[in-house]
């Protein structure tokens, strides 16, 4: 079985465009559900946003470095890893959280937010962190990364569909309001539908590298989830606003992760294993969780809530 650092999966321009297409859609989607009074109750309480934004772009990254250094997989897995951390929030965490009983508004802000501010924290941390551990490093010198061509990617597949569906919301929101609740569902379709084109020509590698993934995704993630939930804990949040930060910790847009690692890595295979495995994963943990908390309100826990 060939070494999974030398792997490039089997990849199209055609299909690479493709991938650029289903994650544009889905960004447009994220934007039809944007509204400027979310950004307003950020303003009036920034403190949970911060500490999601704290979880998500400094937290997480260090804790997926910590957690490399310590179990050390092969340099491509850890890149992966790396790059999944340095990605903003996922566009399914709202829908989560709405069902998680957590605290929609501030998720949507948060995700809203971590998406403007991954024009320059993506990069930055994938580079940094991607350059401290010496096996990545190597790696990262022999493709010789540019920060702007990557700076330049995330704004083209995730900021100007952002923006266009900002638009579409403000000057139109009646549509927008009824369009919002198909792309919402669409998204977790639309995504899997992403995994299976990156993999449609490289199945049996899949199959023959995934068992190499699946417990550092799981252990990850839940790092991911356990790790926003905390903060929002010695922060002193209410419930709602814990769970919002768990999740949107936990859920992360692997879907542009997949995207840069075909544009920019040549398929690199551990890269691409991490990244559309988290994808796949990160569904089920966090409906999981979601669901579990959907039938535990936050009066149960034994604390005062507050109006969001």
């Given at each position: 079985?060939?070494?999974?650092?030398?792997i490039?999966?089997?990849?199209s321009?055609?299909?690479?465009?493709?991938?650029?297409?289903?994650?544009?859609?889905?960004?447009f989607?994220?934007?039809l559900?944007?509204?400027?009074?979310?950004?307003k109750?950020?303003?009036?309480?920034?403190?949970?946003?911060?500490?999601?934004?704290?979880?998500?772009?400094?937290?997480?990254?260090?804790l997926?470095?910590?957690?490399?250094?310590?179990?050390?997989p092969?340099?491509?897995?850890?890149?992966?890893?790396?790059?999944?951390?340095?990605?903003?929030?996922?566009?399914i965490?709202?829908?989560?959280?709405?069902?998680?009983?957590?605290?929609?508004?501030l998720?949507?802000?948060?995700?809203?937010?971590?998406?403007?501010?991954?024009?320059?924290?993506?990069?930055?941390?994938?580079k940094?962190?991607?350059?401290?551990?010496?096996?990545?490093?190597?790696?990262?010198?022999?493709?010789?990364?540019?920060?702007?061509?990557?700076?330049?990617?995330?704004?083209?597949?995730?900021?100007?569909?952002?923006?266009i569906?900002?638009?579409?919301?403000?000057?139109f929101?009646?549509?927008?309001?009824k369009?919002?609740?198909?792309?919402?569902?669409?998204?977790?379709?639309?995504?899997?539908g992403?995994?299976?084109?990156?993999?449609?020509?490289?199945?049996?590698?899949?199959?023959?590298?995934?068992?190499l993934?699946?417990?550092?995704?799981?252990?990850?993630?839940?790092?991911?989830?356990?790790?926003?939930?905390?903060?929002?804990?010695?922060?002193?949040l209410?419930?709602?606003?814990?769970?919002?930060?768990?999740?949107?910790?936990?859920?992360?847009?692997?879907g542009?992760?997949?995207?840069?690692i075909?544009?920019?890595?040549?398929?690199?295979?551990?890269?691409?294993?991490?990244?559309?495995?988290?994808?796949?994963?990160?569904?089920?943990?966090?409906?999981?969780?979601?669901?579990?908390?959907?039938?535990?309100?936050t009066?149960?826990?034994g604390?005062?809530?507050?109006?969001?």
């Open positions: 079985m060939q070494d999974i650092d030398a490039r999966l089997n990849f321009a055609d299909s690479l465009f493709l991938l650029n297409i289903c994650l544009a859609i889905i960004m989607g994220i934007a559900e944007i509204r400027f009074e979310d950004f109750i950020i303003l009036k309480n920034p403190k949970p946003a911060v500490l999601g934004l704290f979880s998500q772009f400094l937290l997480l990254p260090f997926t470095y910590i957690l490399i250094t310590i179990l050390e092969q340099p491509s897995i850890a890149l992966g890893m790396i790059l999944v951390a340095a990605c903003p929030g996922g566009n965490s709202n829908f989560m959280s709405h069902l998680g009983r957590a605290n929609a508004a998720s949507v802000g948060l995700t809203s937010v971590a998406t403007f501010l991954s024009l320059i924290m993506t990069p930055l941390n994938f940094l962190y991607g350059s401290l551990y010496e096996p990545t490093a190597s790696l990262l010198n022999q493709i010789q990364l540019d920060f702007w061509d990557v700076s330049k990617t995330v704004f083209l597949i995730i900021l100007a569909p952002l923006a569906g900002l638009w579409v919301q403000y000057r929101p009646k549509t927008a309001k369009m919002a609740p198909y792309f919402r569902i669409g998204s977790i379709l639309l995504f899997i992403f995994v299976l084109i990156a993999f449609k020509n490289n199945f049996q590698v899949f199959l023959d590298h995934i068992h993934v699946l417990a550092l995704v799981f252990f990850h993630n839940l790092i991911a989830l356990v790790s926003g939930y905390a903060v929002g804990v010695l922060g002193g209410e419930t709602r606003d814990r769970r919002t930060l768990a999740i949107e910790t936990g859920i992360q847009n692997s542009l992760g997949l995207v840069l075909f544009a920019f890595f040549e398929g690199l295979g551990g890269m691409a294993m991490v990244a559309a495995w988290w994808g796949i994963w990160h569904i089920i943990s966090g409906l999981a969780l979601a669901g579990y908390w959907s039938q535990k309100p009066e149960a826990l604390l005062k809530e507050q109006s969001s």
